[in-house]
């Protein structure tokens, strides 16, 4: 079954700072993947999406992710963390067939929350 | 082009009582979703509809039931509200046709409490 573990329920870094996220996944074939982002009271942005093809995607508001298929893993990166970066980050799965009707089905990990330190 | 909206954004329920919560998309989608978000579960799929005309059960359906009106309008209806569905509720759309899997565009949320 498919699924998707962010390990860091939680983190903290200062302005400026670089910020990595993890996730990973569980799925059978190649993986669709994609890292949303919350802000507070806000439904959930599209950062970026990987379907195939080059493994580092690049995304908005300066974001990147590295798809490595031998740890089945799609880390979120950004080089330099700006205040507005603060908020809550989802990776998730994307199911193509499930009982032949749910194409485009995300699995959502259950997200990290980040904090930015001025 | 509004994208995704849901109404109402906010809702004080008793137990017992029922209500529908409104989801609508001007994007043309097939696909639509409600997803409910709990602290520290993340977005768990409650049901969606592949296309006009289809409902399918998600991870947790019970409690609840849907009606896709038209191409546009997927609503969530919670027959006899329970404490337990106190909980932020988001519609979402995508292309999601044959062979496709597209990006999701959610709406703003309703958030919910059931006294």
């Known amino acids: 079954a498919q699924s998707v573990t962010q390990p860091d329920i939680h983190i903290t870094v200062s302005e400026g700072a670089s910020l990595e996220l993890r996730c990973n996944y569980s799925?059978?074939?190649?993986?669709?993947l994609f890292w949303y982002v919350q802000s507070p009271g806000q439904g959930l942005q599209l950062l970026l999406k990987?379907?195939?093809?080059?493994?580092l995607v690049q995304g908005i508001k300066g974001f990147e992710a590295e798809f490595k298929r031998s740890q089945s893993s799609f880390n979120l990166r950004k080089p330099s963390v700006h205040w507005s970066d603060a908020a809550e980050y989802f990776c998730a799965v994307a199911s193509l067939v499930d009982r032949g009707s749910t194409l485009g089905r995300l699995y959502f990990g259950r997200g990290t929350q980040l904090t930015v330190w001025p | 082009n509004a994208g995704v909206t849901q109404t109402p954004k906010f809702q004080v329920l008793k137990t017992g009582q029922s209500m529908t919560l409104q989801c609508a998309q001007d994007?043309?989608?097939?696909?639509m979703y409600w997803y409910r978000q709990d602290p520290g579960m993340g977005l768990r799929l409650i049901y969606y509809s592949a296309s006009e005309g289809t409902t399918d059960k998600g991870e947790v359906p019970n409690g609840y039931n849907v009606s896709r009106l038209n191409k546009r309008e997927f609503s969530l209806r919670l027959e006899s509200a329970a404490p337990s569905q106190t909980s932020v509720y988001f519609c979402a759309s995508s292309e999601g046709i044959a062979g496709v899997v597209g990006r999701q565009f959610f709406g703003p949320g309703t958030r919910l409490t059931v006294l």
């Open positions: 990987y379907f195939s093809g080059d493994t």
């Open positions: 799925y059978g074939a190649t993986p669709y």
């Open positions: 994007m043309n989608h097939n696909s």
